[in-house]
Structures are given as structure tokens and as C-alpha cells.
């Protein structure tokens, strides 16, 4: 069913009211969200980090390993050549046996050498792994305060939050999708969030500029849509001034 320009605007505007409590809602829970965000996501990425450092750590304690069995496998076979040597028939056996003994040698200050330098990466990995850790644990804790703060200030408005998104769920029912789009575009653009506005005291209560009376007229008649010449929001209609008392102030009473 087509619904009149009057009832469209009524749709938009009830949206709009809507929006704006949302926005209020957000805008008090400010930059939390984000920043709780960010922080998790700087935290796994440590997390990552220490794991890596945990792999290399334990591929170094392997290779140390390997290199004291090779160690031990060379001693072994140092001593099983000192046996032969004593054995020997010749000179040239001797000699044969002597270098392999050398060559074993050889092979053992090979392993120590290297032993020694993934004991010292080791070290520095270690000291590595602290500092990261310190710094995961400051982390963590900025992240438990955030999520803390956060969670009481949801918890502060997510009744009212869901109500909201329930009711705007309903409101945008109500209007075309054409319209719609040009709602969420304008609202996008708008600093303040309003996408629809009423003329104030002859002003556009978005962008602040003068509305021409005949302008306001046209408004007032509610027969098509008139968007603010200067902002491009759709004005919902003209808000009546109305004439108010001047609250007269107490009287402060002396003592
Ligand atoms: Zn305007």
C-alpha cells in the first residue's frame, strides 16, 4: 500500500529518533569497543610470537641433542680406534688409525662448538620470551580494565540497546527501500547523525541555515518531500515556537 508523504516522513522520523538514542548509546561507550578490540587483537599476535619463540627453543634443545650423541659417538669410536692402535701391524695402519682419530677429534669440537652457540641463542631467546611476556602481561591487564569498564557500561544500556534495535527493526519496515538508502546516505554524511530534521525558529535544524517562510510553508502542507537546501536532510516538518514563560528565578534568600 502507498502511504502518504506525511506518513513517510512520520516513518523517517520516528527512525530517526531511534538512530539518535543508538547514536548516544555508542557514543558513550566511545572508543572502548575499539580499543578492547585492538588490544585482542595485539595480544594474539604476541601470543603467535611466544608460541614461534617456544618452537625455536625446542628445535635448540634438539639440536643440542643431537649434537651430545654425535659427541658420544665419536668418543665411542676414539676409543675403539685407541684399541687398535695398540694392535697395529705397521706403520701405515698406525698412521690410517691416527687420522681418523683426528678426524673424530675433530668432529667432537665441531659439536661443542656448536653446542655453545645454541646454548648462547638459547639465552637470548630466553630473555626474549621474558620480555614478551612482561609485555603480554601489561597488555592483558590494560585489556582486563577496558573489558571491565566496557562490560558495566553495556551492561548500563543493553536493555535499552535491544528494545532500540527491535523498534528500528520495526520503524524501517515501514519505509520503501528507496528512501531508506537516501536516509542511511544523508545520516552517513552527517556529522550530528541526523538524516532528518525539523525547521526550528525558521532554521534547519540540522545545518542551522534559514528556511524561507514560503519553504516552511511547503514543509507545513506535508505534500512531498523537501530536503534543507544547504545540508541535503529531509525536513520532517516546521516545530511550532511556542511561547514560554520566562522562569522566574528564586530569589536567593539572605541569611
Ligand atoms: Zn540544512
Do not use: W
Amino acid at each position: 500500500m502507498e502511504s502518504t508523504v506525511a506518513q513517510k516522513l512520520e516513518a523517517l522520523l520516528n527512525l530517526q529518533k531511534i538512530d539518535s538514542r543508538l547514536d548516544a548509546i555508542f557514543k558513550v561507550r566511545g572508543a572502548l569497543p575499539e580499543e578492547v578490540q585492538d588490544l585482542e587483537d595485539e595480544i594474539a599476535g604476541y601470543e603467535t610470537r611466544l608460541e614461534k619463540f617456544n618452537t625455536d627453543l625446542q628445535s635448540l634443545e634438539d639440536d643440542i641433542k643431537t649434537y651430545k650423541e654425535n659427541i658420544k659417538e665419536s668418543e665411542k669410536l676414539i676409543k675403539k680406534y685407541q684399541e687398535q692402535q695398540m694392535n697395529v701391524r705397521n706403520n701405515r695402519e698406525y698412521d690410517a688409525i691416527t687420522k681418523e682419530l683426528e678426524l673424530q677429534d675433530l668432529e667432537i669440537q665441531v659439536a661443542k662448538k656448536k653446542i655453545g652457540e645454541a646454548q648462547a641463542r638459547i639465552e637470548s631467546k630466553n630473555s626474549d620470551v621474558e620480555a614478551l611476556k612482561e609485555t603480554l602481561n601489561e597488555r592483558q591487564k590494560d585489556l582486563d580494565t577496558k573489558k571491565g569498564e566496557l562490560e558495566t557500561i553495556i551492561s548500563e544500556s543493553e536493555n535499552e540497546e535491544s528494545k532500540l534495535k527491535a523498534d528500528r527493526d520495526k520503524a524501517t519496515k515501514k519505509i520503501e527501500e528507496r528512501l531508506l538508502k537516501s536516509y542511511s546516505k544523508i545520516r552517513d554524511n552527517a556529522k550530528n547523525g541526523l538524516a532528518v530534521v525539523m525547521v526550528k525558529r525558521g532554521a534547519c535544524g540540522g545545518c542551522f541555515n534559514i528556511v524561507p517562510p514560503q519553504r516552511q510553508a511547503d514543509i507545513r502542507e506535508k505534500k512531498k518531500l523537501i530536503v534543507c537546501e544547504h545540508c541535503g536532510r529531509v525536513f520532517a516538518g516546521v516545530e511550532d515556537e511556542i511561547e514560554e514563560e520566562p522562569v522566574k528565578k528564586k530569589r536567593s534568600s539572605r541569611s
